[in-house]
């Protein structure tokens, strides 16, 4: 069974930092393409940034330079560095995979980004 957990959201001032964290069970985790989407209110979900098993990453053009995505293949964690945040940037942080021919997402965690 695929799991996704997201963790670390919470509330921060505008320039702040958090760091997102992602747990991974029940798929080939090195393998997997993983990725960061977000959803803010009365929007559609969006890519943030996804990682390929060799470590190549891709960003969306609102949070290049600003955003990290990276990944622990021993410990199935993805993780996403967000630095100088701004209010624009709140909203539910989704983890996601493909795997299997089916479209995994975790349950989200909340970011809130304080003017």
């Known amino acids: 069974q695929v799991q996704l957990v997201e963790s670390g959201g919470g509330l921060v001032q505008a320039g702040g930092s958090l760091r997102l964290s992602c747990a991974a069970s029940?798929?080939?985790?090195?393998?997997?393409?993983m990725g960061w989407y977000r959803q803010a209110p009365g929007q559609q979900r969006e890519l943030v940034a996804n990682?390929?098993?060799?470590?190549?990453?891709n960003y969306a053009d609102s949070v290049k330079g600003r955003f990290t995505i990276s990944r622990d293949n021993v410990k199935n964690l993805v993780y996403l560095q967000m630095q100088t945040l701004q209010p624009e940037d709140t909203a539910v942080y989704y983890c996601?995979?493909?795997?299997?021919?089916?479209?995994?997402w975790g349950k989200g965690t909340l970011v809130t980004v304080s003017s």
């Open positions: 996601n995979t493909w795997y299997g021919g089916m479209n995994y």
């Open positions: 029940g798929i080939m985790f090195k393998l997997n393409r």
């Open positions: 990682i390929i098993s060799g470590g190549t990453t």
